[in-house]
């Protein structure tokens, strides 16, 4: 019923509906029983009535002060007057000061929820589920402050000879050669080996090669929010993260020069946007006869064309998505041999995160993607309604698509400026290796999971929590990466088809053949060693690979990769209808602390939280919340903290509760 009210009432409507709610509930249970305050139904219940009661007093005060001035003038007492009406605005700008989007995103799940070393799906590649991660300070200008005639973009903010070079040695190791040609031969006779079930071949001249870029900025023109009639970038107080132009060039660098394309058959643009006149410029001016793309002729630009029929069909089939049964896309995708995406490294308020699938919600031919919302973990910005795993995922369908997401040779993702959502600036980062400075990397794959799988993680670490600048130069605090579970549920099923909700086919050609895996996905054992399975030893899974190598931790043989590997809680039998027996193994005295989270986040129970002496140890959990409350059937985590005089150690383990 809620998910029907939310398709169709807005959200300042929804607001008093869920405020009134809360607050009766919140009442109702908590008077009488006052301990119920900390029941988690009652925490997701608290901000709701706060938020409603502070605004019926902002709203009483307000109108009061205001009928109160009113007189006051009646009477001549002008200045008496005046100083009410200050103190009505001041009143008024409390509630209206507070941001919905902050106030809903404010809520995140522990990072606990997401389980280390998890593999799943067939890796894809030349090394299958290898991600090849590139860090260089010295590529971005530390003291780019992102304002007006000093925009991160610039060529002043941007060495285009270390980018060059990190894209060279992306490719190689990516591909395990040694020099550029042999690399990206290599990636064409092995891509081509899948698509066709033929011999492998290399590029062949005269093959179109379509790059899509993340424009997100250059919407509304010719009089949008930073584009001028001649494309030219207004002058701003801050620029959005999207595609650098400088990782582009470095990528026709090597199209031309050393694949050896031809420039009239390279397509370069976000098609249903437009190309700054600083980023054609850059590019015209080496490369003046490729195809730069837009939705408008003009300048140099060619205009896209949409396809005549609709090519992708949406698996949920109107179920989910009631305004998007199919797209068409543009001619050019249509007749691409091969796909380069080179989406940008940030966050989002919808979908949590935005890289290389959601750049795709810019390659169909409508005049925006709002159709396409209700497939993601928050129709609503920052207001996550679909959180549970094994929904519908619109991103499923744009990753396996045989012209979008299985037509892209390699992904490529700009670093070097991330961003905390979609439409906001570049963001400096506190996390390792970063520093407090800007991010300076490139993440290269052929799997397109993997890769979003390690970009995932690195979102996640960084914004929990976090104040940033949102685009109207405010500050917010906000956990997108991290505001539900569901964040990376696309991913789960992009790997593995079990994990498909039940009465969804992912079939986005509709020709009645399933997708297969997409690509391996998983989480890394922790933001410091930032090791997947293959990293550590393991066959399955991904391998994160950086430049320089001592970023990822090594691990030197097998008997420490065995014993790095080796899980430090489990579970049985699982899955459970009565108990589970919770198995975790010390060497020294530590203290303990066990949760059992739900698939949203909260925490249902804490089991232990205690000192446990050095051995073998087993709690058990009887499937409740506590005082004997009775929990639904489903996914639940439970999460370990080791706390030791040796270090802390982390680990987690979902187990299936079974009614």
Known sequence: MMKNLKKQIPFKILFFFMGIISTIWFLVRVIPKPSRAAYPCMKTAAPFMSGFIMYLITLTSTSFVIRLAGRKFKKSMYLAGSALIVVAAFSSLLFLGSNPVKLRADIAIPLAIHTANEAMGEGIGIFPGRVVWAWDSASTNEHCTNYADDAYFYPQNNDQEVIDRMVSDVLQKLTGTENDMAAWSAMFKHFNGMKWEEPEWDYVMYEDIFIKTNATSTWGYPNGTYILSDFSVRSSINYIAETNPHVVLAVLRQLV???GARQEDIWVGDPMKHIYKHAYDLWHNEFPDVNYIGSAAGDGRIKVVPGSEPVIFYSDKGTVMSGAVSDRLYTVMEEADYLINIPTLKGHARAGITLSAKNHFGSHTRGGAGHLHPGLVAPDEGAPTRTELGMYRVQVDLMGHKMIGRNTILVLLDGLYAGPEATWPTDKWNMEPFAGDWTSSL?????????????????????????VKDARDRDQTINFPNMAPGVDDYLEQAADPSKWP??????????????TSLGAHEHWNGSQTKQYSRNLGLEQGIELVSIPADLVSSVVNVEEKQAVREEIINAYPNPFSEKVNLRFLIDERANVKLDVYDMRGQLVRTLADRTFTPGEHIVNWDGTGGSGSFL????????????????????????????
């Open 257 to 259: 020069h050393v694949v």
């Open 443 to 467: 993440f290269a794959s052929m799997d397109q999971v993997a890769l979003e799988s390690v970009c995932f993680d690195f979102l996640r670490t960084e914004y929990l929590n976090k104040t």
């Open 502 to 515: 039940g009465n969804i086919t992912y079939d986005p050609e509709d020709d009645g053949v399933p997708l």
């Open 632 to 659: 639904s059937g489903g996914i639940y985590v439970v999460s370990i903290k080791i706390d030791s005089p040796s270090g802390i150690k982390l680990d987690s383990r979902r187990v299936q509760l079974l009614r």
